[in-house]
C-alpha cells in the first residue's frame, strides 16, 4: 500500500495556505487512499528564535485544528514528531551524507537566514540543516509520496538525493519519496503583497487569513486584498499576482479552474466579496468542530499518544537497519 507523510511546523498559527496547500488534501483523499501519517513537525520550530510556552500551545492547536479539519485517527497516524526519537536519529545519519554546500543552497534556508540577519539576530545551526531532519522524518517511514505545497519541493528533491546517495553508498535502505501539489492553491500569495507567500509565522496579519480567524475578519482581510492596476479579472499570476491568488482561492475552494472563473467576473468587487463568501463558508466546519475538540482537550491527547505509539513502531526498523547499514554496531541483547 502507498505511504503518505507530511507535517505542520507550529512556528504560527494555520493559516489558508496551510489549509488548501496541504491539510484539505490530506482530508479529504490521502487518508482514505493510502496509509498516511501526518505530523506536528514541532522540533523543526525552534529553529528559529522561539518562546517554549508557545510552541507548545501551537503544537496543541495544529493538532486539534488537524483533527477538525477531518483527519480521522482511525484512518491516518496523527503524531507529533518530538514523541517519536527516531526523526532526530536519523537526522544524524543523514548529516553524515549530505554535504554543506547542499544545505547552503536551500532557497528557505536563505530566505530566514537573511530575515534573522537583518532583525538583528544569529542564525541557529539548526535552520541550516533543518531540510536533513526534513528528509529523516519522511525516510523514517518508507515513505512514498509527499503531499505538500509548492514552497517544500526543493525540501524534498533534497531529500530523494539522500535517499539515493545512502542507497548507493551503503545498500538499498530507504524508499525514494516523490513531492505531490494540489492543482490549485499550492501557492496561495499574502492578500496584502501578492508576490509572497502566505506565510503563517513571518508575515503582517491583513495579508494572511488564519483558519481560526473570526468571520468578520475573514470578510475584511479578502475585500482589502491588495488588487493589481489593470480594469478587468483575467488570471495571469506573472501580471496580475493579486487578481490571480483570489482566483486561486476561489477556485480552490468551489473546486473550479481559476483562467475559466475569470470569465465569470467583470468587477474586482463582485470576485472579493464571492471569494470572502467561500472562504467563510469552508472555514465554518472546521471552527465548528474546533471548539468541540477543545472542549474535550484528553480525546486530542489520546489521538496523540495512540498516533506516537503506531509511528514508533513503524519507523524503528527502518532507521535500526540506517544504523547497521551504514556501519554502527548493533547493541548486544544479553
Ligand atoms: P509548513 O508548516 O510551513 O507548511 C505546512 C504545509 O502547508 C503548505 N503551505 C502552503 N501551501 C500553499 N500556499 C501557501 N501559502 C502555503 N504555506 C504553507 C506547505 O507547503 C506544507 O505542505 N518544512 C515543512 C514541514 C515539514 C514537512 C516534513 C513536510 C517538516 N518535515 C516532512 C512534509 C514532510 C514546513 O515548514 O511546512
Redesign the pocket.
Known sequence: MTRI?????P?GHL?L??Y????RRWADVDQHRAEALF?I?DL?ALTVDHDPGRVRRLSRQAATLLLASGLDPELCTVFVQSHVDEHARLSYLLECVATDGEMRRMIQYKEKAALERKRGGSVRLSLLT?PV??AA??LAYGTDE???????TQ??ELTRDLAVRFNQRYGHTFVVPRATRPEV?????NLQEPTS????SDDVGPGVVYLLDEPDTVRKKIMRAVTDSGQDVAYDPEERPGVSNLLEILAACEGSDPAALSEAYTSYGALKKDTADAVVELLRPVQDRHKQLCADPSSVEGVLREGARRARAMARPTVDSAYEAIGLLAPSDG
Open positions: 507523510f507530511s507535517g505542520v511546523k512556528t493559516t495556505g496551510n488548501l496547500g496541504a491539510v505530523c513537525v523543526h533543518y531532519l526534513m522524518d519522511i509527499v503531499p505538500v505545497g509548492d514552497d517544500q525540501h524534498v492553491a499550492a501557492r496561495v500569495m507567500k502566505m506565510g503563517k
